[in-house]
Structures are given as structure tokens and as C-alpha cells.
């Protein structure tokens, strides 16, 4: 019996997770949950539980409550949906104290990926991330010496195709209809700019031990290849499946071992062809800045995060643009003094920076 926190219950990893946990009480048991603001669905999510969690909480209980359930004795196993860098202390909670850490908070690495390495040691990491778990799936097993490439397929979002001028006048409604996936706010409109992709191929460096160099990104509209590796004898090997984030929730659980599909299977004869091409970095620089910040390293990529997190946010409140947020991002990371994490003050710091350059620079958008 594997005993699960899951944080960030309400949420859209959160609840596909305790949709595959339901269909193994006899393996898994959830005892704890936590969430953002929706404390009727947390509730609701408690109640349907066979055994009921001993802790739940929400934002009011703030990051202590959060950090305290990472710390659960009766807890073996801590699934990070949190979304945004918030969910860096958990996940560095969690490792430190020896806990199993199911990864879908893709920002823990990208903010703060040095000291989650640090904290992780020799533990695994298991990804939630599809293209992150697809890697981790090709990468099995093989010599990571072999390892040439990886090839981290991005959908293009609902945008693919379109130049530069035909961006600025999206609306927010437009931004969240993604063709393939179907997510939080957040992580949709990071792929409609990008920056998804962006946040993802800085994932994967601190993930798997691979420089920028080396890590690719490869439109692939169908969203059935989810990444690729290229080993040095030329062969790639590829994890295809459906479009359905169950099975990389399933898979992290169930590793390295396999259970019956949560959802269906594809058929490639259905399916007919698989398109691949370059992505478009003009339309698009959200992802070119993620690779700029991911080589410069130190503080920049945990400043490209909040600021982009800041130029969301404002995108979904009606404040600005959709392409300022690029604008916004490439601004304050083009301003910042790039230093070396040796803590999560450091890091801290430099986000709070961030947040209140790119509010500023939003606001003087606003005004003029
Ligand atoms: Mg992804």
C-alpha cells in the first residue's frame, strides 16, 4: 500500500491523479490533500475517499501547512501538482525527507532545479510531465553516456501557424482552447505563448543531466509522440500514446511497473500520418528566452518563471496583451543581474525582483 499526499488536489493534474488512484484502493491510499482556494471540492474530494485523509487544507493554511503535510509521517509518497514556483519548498520537503516525489510542478526545477538536485541526492525524481515521463521512459535503462539528444515534441498550441502581427489582438478565451490537451489556465496559455516548452526544456536539463545543447524541440501537432530521445548511434526512440495526462499520473505511480490503461489506446491506422516541424521562434520567442535563461543559469531561470508568471496573470485578469507577455518576460530578464543560487533566499529574492519589475513594466504598459 503506497500512502499519497497529494498537493494541489483541485487542480487539473490533482484531479486525474485521485481519478487513477480510485481504480487501486487496494494499492493506494491518499492521506492528505491539499488546495489552492476551492475548499467545496476539497471537501467533496475528502469525502469520496474510502478512507477518509487525515489532513486537508487550502491556501489559508498557507506554505507552512503545505510544507507540514510534505513532513507526514504516515505519507510515503508526495505528488507536487502545485502550479507555479510556490511548489519549490515542497518539493525540497519532500526530497529531504526521504519521501517518494511524483513531479508535475514543472517550476520546482526550473526556479530553484540546483538545490531540488541537492535535496533529491541519490533519490529518484519521478516526472508527471508527459514529455518528461516519455523521456524518463526512453531513457530506461539505456547508458546515459549513449544519450545524443532529447527531443521534446511541443503541440504549437492553438496559435500554431500564425506570424507574429496576427498575435496581438487574442483574446483570453481564444488563448485557453487548446487544441489537444486539456489543462489549467496557466499551463494552457504558457503553451499558447511557448513558454510551456520553454519551462519544459529547462526541466528536462535538470531532470536528466543534459545540456541545453543538446535538448531539441520539435512541433508536433497531433500530440501523439510525446518526446524523443536520439542516442549516439543514431537510433531514436520515442514514447507514443494518447493525449491523455492519466497515463503519465499512472505510470509515475505505478513505475516501474505498468497497469491497465486509465484511458484508451491509439490506432495508427486511424491515426494515418505524424507531422513534425520547426518551431516558428519569431512568432513565438517565449521559448527562445527559456533556452537564453536556461544557459545563463544562476538566478535567470527562476526570473524568467516569475515573470512570466506575473505576465499571465495579468494576461487573465484583462491587463495587458497576449504577446506582452513575452514582451514582459523578455524585459525583465534582460534587466536582471543573474547571481548564483546557493539558497532559496537567493532565489526568493530574485523572484520577488522579478514580480515587481514585470508589475511595473505591465503597469506603465497600462498607462501608456
Ligand atoms: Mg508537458
Known amino acids: ?49 474510502p478512507v477518509a485523509p487525515r489532513t486537508t487544507l487550502t491556501s489559508r493554511d498557507g506554505l507552512d501547512g503545505l510544507l507540514e503535510m510534505c513532513r507526514l509521517d ?21 526530497l529531504r525527507g526521504g519521501k517518494q516525489l511524483l513531479l508535475a510542478n514543472k517550476e520546482s526545477l526550473v526556479a530553484g532545479g540546483e538545490l531540488v538536485l541537492a535535496a533529491a541526492g541519490e533519490h529518484e525524481i519521478i516526472p508527471i510531465d508527459s514529455e ?8 530506461h535503462g539505456e547508458d546515459p ?10 503541440s504549437g498550441g492553438p496559435f500554431r501557424g500564425r506570424s507574429g502581427g496576427e498575435l496581438s489582438g487574442i483574446t483570453l478565451e481564444e488563448a485557453l482552447a487548446h487544441p489537444r490537451w486539456t489543462m489549467g489556465p496557466k499551463i494552457t496559455i504558457d503553451s499558447a505563448t511557448m513558454m510551456n516548452k520553454g519551462l519544459e526544456v529547462i526541466e528536462a536539463h535538470f531532470l536528466f543531466g543534459v545540456p541545453y545543447d543538446q535538448i531539441d524541440v520539435v512541433v508536433h501537432p497531433q500530440s501523439i509522440v510525446h518526446s524523443l530521445v536520439e542516442y549516439v548511434d543514431g537510433s531514436l526512440i520515442g514514447h507514443l500514446g494518447p493525449t491523455d495526462m492519466r497515463i503519465p499520473i499512472q505510470y509515475a505511480l ?25 518551431p516558428d521562434n519569431e512568432a513565438f520567442p517565449c521559448l527562445s528566452y527559456a533556452y537564453r535563461a536556461g544557459r545563463a543559469g544562476g538566478t535567470a531561470p527562476a526570473v524568467l518563471n516569475a515573470a512570466n508568471e506575473v505576465a499571465v496573470a495579468a ?9 506582452d507577455i513575452s514582451d514582459c518576460v523578455e524585459e525583465v530578464l534582460g534587466s536582471h543581474t543573474i547571481l548564483p543560487v546557493d539558497s532559496v533566499e537567493v532565489l526568493e529574492e530574485a523572484e520577488r525582483w522579478a514580480r515587481e519589475r514585470a508589475a511595473s513594466w505591465l503597469a506603465a504598459w497600462g498607462n501608456g
Request: with cysteine; net charge neutral; hydrophobic share 45%.
Open 315 to 323: 494576461f487573465r485578469s484583462g491587463a495587458c496583451g497576449f504577446t
Open 254 to 278: 505505478s513505475y516501474p511497473r505498468r497497469r491497465m490503461a486509465p484511458a484508451g489506446t491509439i490506432n495508427l491506422v486511424e491515426l494515418g500520418e505524424l507531422n513534425f516541424q520547426a
Open 145 to 154: 553516456a549513449d544519450v545524443a539528444k532529447l527531443i521534446i515534441t511541443a
Open 132 to 139: 518528461h515521463s516519455a523521456l524518463f521512459q526512453c531513457l
Open 74 to 94: 504516515e505519507a510515503d509518497t508526495v505528488i507536487n501538482a502545485l502550479v507555479g514556483s510556490i511548489g519549490l519548498r515542497p518539493t525540497l520537503e519532500t
Open 1 to 49: 500500500m503506497r500512502n499519497i499526499v497529494i498537493l494541489g488536489s483541485t487542480g487539473s493534474i490533482g484531479q486525474q491523479a485521485l481519478e487513477v488512484i480510485a481504480r487501486y484502493p487496494d494499492e493506494y491510499r491518499v492521506v492528505g490533500l491539499s488546495a489552492h482556494n476551492q475548499a467545496d471540492l476539497l471537501g467533496a474530494q475528502a469525502k469520496a475517499l
